[in-house]
């Protein structure tokens, strides 16, 4: 055996016993939401059975069906992709520019600016829940969609900010020369040569923003007092004393909240992975 062939060996051990190690890894993190899928298809016979199933020996569908015919399901789906979809955009509209202004200009405060934005992320979102409350009460959105979508954003612009800065600074500057030279502007330039450079990092950021917007429960129970505006994750409380004992109703419940951010993960895992690391290139 020659050295490229062992040296070929020991990569491909090497990548077995990582792989080993990542399943080992991921079966104690992926076992609850393995559980809540199993139980929401159960009866309430073998919920309930003291030696508990690992793998229903009946399926039974009507807990799905049941909420899919729930017109206060549906509404509550609808809020939440209102919430949701409306955060994201305002999200991106504010931090992707600015991500880009931190990036490419030098100005007064810039550090300090940066630093502020880290800080955010490691303060509990209660911390503004009552100067929040406030302020949405004097301009009087209370009881509405605004007020939730702007709190969500509240936490997704300073983290795509973070995220999309080292990306747009780790751009050369030649390229948006390259731009005004075909007759592009800086915003031109910005649109048509920056951002379809940058579409890992932007995509991972649009991910996030609609992740914490769906996410979002205390923003909505503590802004929105009326049942017909709260989204999914709001209204869980109240299957639970409609239901009672029926954890299967309630899992079915949990499945249909989850669901939509696990399909988007599944589609765009290869943006979101490659923008995460593109974003650890250049500070």
């Known amino acids: 055996m020659n050295r490229l062939s062992r040296f070929m060996y020991k990569k491909k051990n090497r990548s077995?016993?990582?792989?080993?190690?990542?399943?080992?890894?991921?079966?104690?993190?992926?076992?609850?939401?393995?559980?809540?899928?199993i139980s929401s298809l159960?009866?309430?016979?073998?919920?309930?059975?003291?030696?508990?199933?690992?793998?229903?020996?009946?399926?039974?569908?009507?807990?799905?069906?049941s909420q899919l015919t729930n017109p206060d399901t549906l509404r509550a789906i609808k809020n939440s992709f209102i919430i949701a979809s409306g955060s994201t955009v305002l999200s991106m509209l504010l931090s992707v520019p600015c991500a880009y202004g931190l990036a490419r200009f030098r100005f007064r405060g810039k550090k300090v600016m940066i630093m502020t934005f880290l800080v955010?992320?490691?303060?509990?979102s209660s911390l503004i829940?009552?100067?929040?409350?406030?302020?949405?009460?004097?301009?009087?959105?209370?009881n509405t969609y605004l007020a939730p979508i702007i709190s969500t954003a509240t936490i997704s612009i300073p983290f795509v900010i973070l995220v999309l800065r080292p990306?747009?600074?780790?751009?050369?500057?030649?390229?948006?020369?390259?731009?005004?030279?075909?007759?592009?502007?800086r915003f031109t330039a910005f649109f048509h040569v920056i951002l379809p450079i940058s579409k890992?990092?932007?995509?991972?950021?649009?991910?996030?923003?609609?992740?914490?917007?769906?996410?979002?429960?205390?923003?909505?129970?503590?802004?929105?007092?009326?049942?017909?505006?709260?989204?999914?994750?709001?209204?869980?409380?109240?299957?639970?004393d409609l239901y009672g004992m029926?954890?299967?109703?309630?899992?079915?419940?949990?499945?249909?909240?989850?669901?939509?951010?696990?399909?988007?993960?599944?589609?765009?895992?290869k943006y979101?992975?490659?923008?995460?690391?593109?974003?650890?290139?250049k500070g």
């Open 200 to 240: 890992n990092g932007t995509v991972t950021g649009l991910a996030f923003c609609f992740i914490y917007g769906w996410n979002d429960l205390m923003y909505s129970i503590t802004f929105n007092m009326k049942e017909t505006l709260r989204p999914m994750t709001a209204t869980i409380y109240n299957y639970m």
């Open 129 to 142: 829940l009552t100067p929040l409350y406030l302020i949405f009460n004097k301009v009087h959105i209370l």
């Open 16 to 37: 077995a016993v990582y792989t080993i190690i990542a399943v080992l890894i991921a079966i104690p993190l992926l076992f609850p939401l393995y559980w809540v899928i």
């Open 42 to 65: 159960k009866g309430d016979a073998e919920i309930f059975r003291k030696i508990p199933t690992f793998f229903p020996k009946k399926s039974v569908v009507e807990t799905y069906v």
């Open 246 to 269: 029926k954890w299967n109703y309630i899992m079915a419940y949990g499945v249909l909240v989850s669901l939509p951010v696990l399909i988007l993960f599944i589609i765009l895992q």
């Open 167 to 185: 990306i747009f600074a780790s751009l050369p500057k030649e390229l948006e020369e390259a731009g005004r030279i075909d007759g592009c502007n």
């Open 272 to 281: 979101i992975v490659e923008g995460l690391v593109s974003g650890s290139v």
């Open 120 to 124: 955010t992320q490691m303060l509990p």
